[in-house]
Nanobody
């Protein structure tokens, strides 16, 4: 079992930055890779970024590429998502997710076994 707790969301003006955190706990969490997804009202959940605990397989969704970075602190079992140059269309609930190695695409929600409760990001114009 893996528990995920997101934090760091909030209200920010367009052009600003936010750093989201995902604290992971549970057994053998180092076997899991972590990802960020987001979901705006009325839209499907969208892939944002992915990383393994050793920093391999880092990927970003097209909508955030060039504006986002993902990092981790293994000592704290925490993964961070830094978002810069925020736009109103980045407004969404951001979710952290964990998965075991799988042939399912890292961009597919169905590949993830555990999800956090989400943190809301609102970007004002």
């Amino acid at each position: 079992q893996v528990q995920l707790v997101e934090s760091g969301g909030g209200l920010v003006q367009a052009g600003g930055s936010l750093k989201l955190s995902c604290a992971a706990s549970g057994r053998t969490f180092s076997r899991y890779s972590l990802a960020w997804f987001r979901q705006a009202p009325g839209k499907e959940r969208e892939f944002v970024s992915h990383t393994t605990w050793n920093g391999e397989m880092i990927a970003f969704g097209d909508s955030v590429k060039g504006r986002a970075s993902i990092s981790r602190d293994n000592a704290k079992n925490t993964v961070y998502l830094q978002m810069d140059s925020l736009k109103p269309e980045d407004t969404a609930a951001y979710y952290c997710a964990a998965r075991l190695p799988s042939t399912i695409s890292i961009r597919a929600t169905r590949g993830y076994q555990y999800w956090g409760q989400g943190t809301q990001v609102t970007v004002s114009s």
